[in-house]
């Protein structure tokens, strides 16, 4: 699957995202809202703001090392200084090697460090190194580096975070996530919503209600426009004709292209690539 977000560096392995890093400097509140099925970490490095994060709002200044799962909606609610920096890393839950580790992003917990905290030292260290592992020159090992770092950052975030006692586990965004994985791994397969509720153990209505909340959209309009989206990022990447994209990304059809291109772009697959 491909990422919408442009990033200062992205680094890809056989043409499939893994991470995204950039610097972030911001003068103004921001009331955009998105949601991706992406986990970030951010290191903050100067200022301080105030951000809304669902219906909470959390303070972050320079020093806090702050998590996100990009399915709870978030802005920035209100500067407390002329501006704020901050470093910006971004990659898929599953890239960590296992579930324990990326279930740490979906707690009720944001800040993990902040600049109290005497004991930041380590994540401080292995957040510096993985800025370095992005922006060294890409070698066989680069992305078994980039996963290991990401690794044990997960492990020092749950650390702290256990050490905590009031800390909630959001299942239905963690089984959200999950959901949203594997229909990113098996989108040229038949998916069927009621199977798919099935497997997270939901009937299907709060399945598609789960679905509308978080994302705004139901479950099989997701599907439609991750194969419409991946389709079109073949055929700009991978030089395929349209219809092998369409085929390759899970239509069973060119009608069923077609007619899903038109409903969704609102425009033909032709008119839309010219």
């Known amino acids: 699957m491909n990422t919408s977000t442009v990033f200062d560096i992205v680094i890809r392995d056989r043409q499939k995202y893994v991470i995204g890093y950039s610097t972030v400097h911001k003068t103004r509140c921001e009331i955009?809202?998105?949601?991706?099925?992406?986990?970030?970490?951010?290191?903050?490095?100067?200022?301080?703001?105030?951000?809304?994060?669902?219906?909470?709002?959390?303070?972050?200044?320079?020093?806090?090392?702050?998590?996100?799962?990009?399915?709870d909606k978030r802005n920035i609610h209100k500067l407390l200084s002329d501006s704020i920096a901050y470093e910006l890393f971004d990659f898929y839950p599953s890239f960590l090697s296992n579930e324990q580790l990326w279930n740490v992003f979906y707690r009720n917990i944001h800040k993990v460090t902040d600049n109290q905290d005497a004991n930041a030292a380590k994540i401080?260290?292995?957040?510096?190194?993985?800025?370095?592992?992005i922006l060294h020159p890409q070698d066989a090992w680069q992305i078994f580096g980039i996963q290991r770092l990401l690794d044990m950052l997960a492990l020092e975030f749950l650390r702290k975070i256990e050490q905590?006692?009031?800390?909630?586990?959001?299942?239905s965004l963690f089984n959200l996530a999950r959901c949203i994985q594997y229909i990113s791994e098996h989108l040229n397969e038949e998916l069927n919503i009621a199977d798919l509720a099935k497997k997270y153990n939901y009937s299907p209505e709060y399945f598609s209600r789960m679905f509308k909340k978080y994302l705004g959209v139901s479950p099989l309009h997701y599907i439609i426009n991750l194969r419409l989206e991946q389709a079109l990022w073949l055929v700009e990447t991978e030089h395929m004709t349209i219809l092998e994209a369409a085929y390759h990304s899970g239509f069973r059809s060119s009608?069923?292209?077609?007619?899903?291109?038109?409903?969704?772009?609102?425009?033909?697959?032709?008119?839309?690539?010219?």
């Open 124 to 133: 401080y260290f292995l957040l510096d190194s993985l800025r370095q592992e």
């Open 32 to 71: 955009y809202n998105f949601v991706s099925p992406t986990l970030r970490i951010l290191r903050f490095t100067e200022g301080c703001a105030q951000w809304r994060i669902g219906d909470c709002v959390e303070r972050f200044c320079a020093s806090d090392v702050v998590i996100f799962n990009n399915l």
């Open 164 to 171: 905590k006692s009031d800390v909630t586990f959001n299942s």
């Open 255 to 274: 009608s069923a292209f077609y007619k899903a291109f038109r409903a969704y772009r609102s425009t033909s697959p032709t008119k839309y690539k010219g």
